[in-house]
């Protein structure tokens, strides 16, 4: 009784002035009559939670956009056509940098009659947010966040189509490898410079779980930073002290950019710089802000498929929507929203634990990122079928260089000393 009558309390101005919600071209809206009469609604609740201000409102701008595509195009192609062609309906919310709003976003989003929540980009408000989900058992996907903990709680009704960081962790040591026999040039040894919070910490935690596999390659040191850090002269000269073959790095943006600057300005030379999965060596600004600093710099990620046609006419409208380049945010959360839409088609109803039913049996081919298989869940709720790709900043571009498969173009490793580059 007490949850129907907060239902019936949360009207569309009250939720927008409760959770600050950016509205960017979604339509909002709260009321749900016709779902708690039973009858065939005339649209279903999405809400999203993002960073939209704040350190990582960049990233989470991507991943917001990257769902108003979908929106779009899932109501623009008939709607939910098992539910009599029901229309999406966002409600977005800004987590900021803060788990703590990211839980209470989500409670509001679940008493205004959501039937799926997606987000929320940084790994620990995601860990907060899906903790409140499984508490009032509604439906969860998880686009962007890595935290592997995120999917070992034994939680039924969170599922991740991105990516778990320890499996990326044994595809990136294979990259490694890859990329020491295919030059002949052995890569022995390597530090690790992460931010500090659940994102660099499950990737640490991932490396040195899987470092005794490893028969030649090992890393010798772990330095973590402040993820809003300002000055990385320390940790980049401990780095240089250590005289790594290769420099590995988890960075958001700003620190991404800054770690940079900062191995450019005190002439860190080594083989390569050649991270696991960097989101902010993946930003397109990390290449115009850097200019010919950011050449030959790799990272691991899982890829926007540019072989599928698809792909490319999202990405195309992405840009003359948005006025600004792509990143791969957009096409992670893209995906999310359409196997939102292929469990609602399955279920056939707005029914909360029979869209988590439908959710856990996915089986979805027609997605957008690079993978090697269709979108299906384990037990705990990971896709497994991601696949990881290797890409290399080159003249202001970045491009895909392995495997060799799905190249672009050649890779450059190792890379040129600084001294042998020009640098504007």
Excluded at 7 to 22: D, M, Y
Excluded at 145 to 165: L, P, V
Excluded at 328 to 335: E, K, L
Excluded at 391 to 412: C, E, H, S
Aim: aromatic fraction near 10%; proline fraction near 4%.
């Amino acid at each position: 009784m007490k949850e129907r009558k907060s239902l019936k309390r949360l009207n569309r101005r009250t939720f927008l002035k409760g959770c600050g919600a950016t509205i960017g071209l979604a339509t909002v809206s709260t009321g749900f009559p016709n779902i708690v009469r039973g009858k065939t609604p005339d649209e279903v609740l999405i809400g999203c939670i993002n960073p939209l201000s704040g350190p990582t409102a960049r990233e989470g701008g991507y991943a917001h956009n990257g769902v108003l595509l979908a929106v779009d195009d899932i109501n623009n192609g008939g709607g939910i056509k098992s539910l009599g062609g029901a229309k999406l309906k966002l409600l977005v919310a800004d987590c900021v940098m803060d788990p703590s709003k990211g839980m209470s976003e989500a409670e509001k989003m679940i008493k205004a009659g959501v039937s799926v929540l997606l987000g929320c980009f940084v790994s620990a408000i995601t860990m907060a947010a899906t903790q409140v989900a499984e508490k009032y058992q509604v439906p969860f996907i998880v686009d962007i966040s890595m935290g592997d903990a995120i999917t070992e709680r034994g939680f039924k009704y969170t599922f991740r189509t991105g990516f778990k960081t320890e499996l990326l962790a044994l595809q990136y040591y294979e990259y490694v490898d890859l990329l020491s026999k295919a030059t002949n040039t052995p890569i022995r040894t390597g530090v690790y410079l992460h931010e500090s919070g659940l994102y660099g910490q499950s990737w640490r935690k991932c490396l040195m779980k899987h470092a005794d596999k490893q028969s030649s390659f090992k890393i010798i040191d772990y330095i973590a930073y402040p993820t809003q850090t300002r000055d990385m002269t320390s940790e980049v000269l401990k780095a240089k002290a250590l005289k790594p073959d290769i420099i590995l790095s988890t960075n958001y943006s700003q620190d991404a950019i800054l770690m940079m600057r900062t191995i450019y300005e005190q002439r860190v030379n080594c083989l390569g710089v050649v991270s696991p999965a960097s989101a902010g060596i993946a930003d397109p600004v990390f290449g115009k802000s850097l200019g010919k600093i950011s050449d030959y710099v790799m990272s691991t990620a899982v890829a926007v498929n540019w072989k599928n046609p698809k792909t490319i006419d999202v990405l195309d409208r992405y840009v003359k929507r948005f006025n600004e380049p792509w990143q791969q945010n957009v096409i992670f959360s893209y995906d999310a929203m359409l196997v939102i839409a292929d469990a609602l088609e399955r279920a056939a109803s707005t029914d909360r634990k029979k869209i988590r039913d439908a959710i856990a049996q996915t089986n979805f081919s027609d997605y957008r990122m690079y993978g090697r298989g269709p979108i299906r869940f384990n037990e705990h709720g990971d896709n497994i079928n991601v696949f990881l790709s290797l890409a290399q900043w080159v003249n202001g571009k970045q491009q895909y260089v392995l495997p060799l498969d799905f190249a672009q173009t050649k890779f450059v490793f190792p890379v040129p000393r600084w001294s042998e580059r020009k640098i504007d």
